[in-house]
Nanobody, 122 residues
């Protein structure tokens, strides 16, 4: 089994940048695709970004393209989501996930972190 723990969230102002991390422990990590999802109050959980196990393929939701960047360091067993030009509508709980294949559906991922709050003020 793989355990995922997010860190690096917090409160920032619109236009600022923030990097959240996802540290993995236990089981296999290097061969797993990773994804980030977010859920705002009163809204459904939505896909944000994904990255293949090799780190060579990434995919982003239209709402974050050009602003967010995913990366991973398999030696450190850690994935990252760099968030630039943050907007108030980016405010949500962000969840790290891992699974055997990259995808936009939450059902594609077997492992989930506990979530971390990101708040962007205007």
């Amino acid at each position: 089994q793989v355990q995922l723990v997010e860190s690096g969230g917090g409160l920032v102002q619109a236009g600022d940048s923030l990097r959240v991390s996802c540290a993995a422990s236990g089981g296999t990590f290097s061969r797993l695709a990773m994804g980030w999802f977010r859920q705002a109050p009163g809204k459904e959980r939505e896909f944000v970004a994904g990255i293949s196990w090799s780190g060579l393929t990434t995919y982003y939701a239209d709402s974050v393209k050009g602003r967010f960047t995913m990366s991973r360091d398999n030696a450190k067993r850690t994935g990252y989501l760099q968030m630039n030009s943050l907007k108030p509508e980016d405010t949500a709980v962000y969840y790290c996930a891992a699974g055997i294949r990259l995808g936009e559906r939450s059902a594609a991922y077997n492992y989930w972190g506990q979530g971390i709050q990101v708040t962007v003020s205007s």
